[in-house]
C-alpha cells in the first residue's frame, strides 16, 4: 500500500509569491487533514476534508491560504501571498478511521525568505 | 481547548536501556483519545501507541507501553531495550471523542537519542 506523499519537498520562495503544496493521500481513505510546524512551536491543525468537502478548516490561519480536495482524492493547499511567519513544515494526513490515528506524510518544508 | 504539554525538549538513551517520556494534557473532556507519534530523521511521522481513556489497561506494542494516569491528566510513554532506530522526535497528541473534525492536538515534542 502506497503511504500518504507529498511533494515537493522542499520549497524556498520569496515572500509575495505564491506557493502550491500538494498531497496524495492513501486511496480509499476519506478524511484527508492539512497540519503545519511552525519552528519550535507545536504542530497545529489546518483543515480536515472528508472526500471533497471541507469539514472543519477552523485551524486555517487567514484567507491567504486555500486547500481544496479535487474529486475526494488529492488536496492541494496554496499559499498567496507567502509571507515570512508561513514557513514551517506542512504535513498531510489520512485516514478512514479516525480511531487509529492517522498516516502522515513526510511534510513540505516551507521557506519564505 | 486542549493542551498538550512535554515538558523534556530532549533526552538520551543507552542502548537496550530503558527510557520514559512524559507527557500531561489539560482537558475537561472524559472521551478521548491519546497517541504517542514517532518522527525519524526521515521526518514521516508513525503511530507508536494509542490509548482510549475509557479503558482503564494501559496500551502496549512490543517495547512500547505507556502510563495513563487519568485523574492525574499524566499519559507517559516507556520504551524499554531502546534501539538505535528510535532516535527521533516524539509527539504525544489528544484526540477529542465525537468531535466532527477528530483533529489532533500535539504537544511540542521530545527529542530522543539512542547512544550506542
Known amino acids: 500500500e502506497a503511504g500518504v506523499t507529498q511533494f515537493p519537498s522542499h520549497s524556498v520562495i520569496e515572500k509575495g509569491q505564491t506557493v502550491t503544496l500538494r498531497c496524495d493521500p492513501i486511496?480509499?481513505?476519506?478524511?484527508l487533514y492539512w497540519y503545519r510546524r511552525v519552528m519550535g512551536k507545536e504542530i497545529k491543525f489546518l483543515l480536515h476534508?472528508?472526500?471533497?468537502?471541507?469539514?472543519?478548516e477552523s485551524g486555517m490561519p487567514n484567507n491567504r491560504f486555500l486547500a481544496e480536495r479535487t474529486g475526494g482524492t488529492y488536496s492541494t493547499l496554496k499559499v498567496q501571498p507567502a509571507e515570512l511567519e508561513d514557513s514551517g513544515v506542512y504535513f498531510c494526513?489520512?485516514?478512514?478511521?479516525?480511531?487509529?490515528?492517522?498516516?502522515f506524510g513526510s511534510g513540505t518544508r516551507l521557506t519564505v525568505v | 481547548a486542549q493542551t498538550v504539554t512535554q515538558s523534556q525538549p530532549e533526552m538520551s538513551v543507552q542502548e537496550a536501556e530503558t527510557v520514559t517520556l512524559s507527557c500531561t494534557y489539560d482537558?475537561?473532556?472524559?472521551?478521548?483519545?491519546l497517541f504517542w507519534y514517532k518522527q525519524p530523521p526521515s521526518r514521516q511521522m508513525i503511530l507508536v501507541i494509542r490509548?482510549?481513556?475509557?479503558?482503564?489497561q494501559n496500551a502496549t506494542e512490543n517495547r512500547f507501553s505507556v502510563n495513563f494516569q487519568k485523574a492525574a491528566k499524566s499519559f507517559s510513554l516507556k520504551i524499554s531495550d531502546s534501539q538505535l532506530g528510535d532516535t527521533a522526535m516524539y509527539f504525544c497528541?489528544?484526540?477529542?471523542?465525537?468531535?466532527?473534525?477528530?483533529?489532533?492536538?500535539f504537544g511540542k515534542g521530545t527529542k530522543l537519542s539512542v547512544i550506542p
Open positions: 476534508f472528508v472526500k471533497e468537502s471541507k469539514q472543519d
Open positions: 486511496s480509499g481513505h476519506d478524511n
Open positions: 494526513a489520512s485516514s478512514q478511521d479516525y480511531v487509529y490515528g492517522y498516516t
Open positions: 490509548q482510549e481513556a475509557y479503558k482503564q
Open positions: 482537558t475537561s473532556e472524559n472521551n478521548y483519545y
Open positions: 497528541a489528544f484526540m477529542k471523542r465525537g468531535l466532527r473534525s477528530y483533529q489532533l492536538t
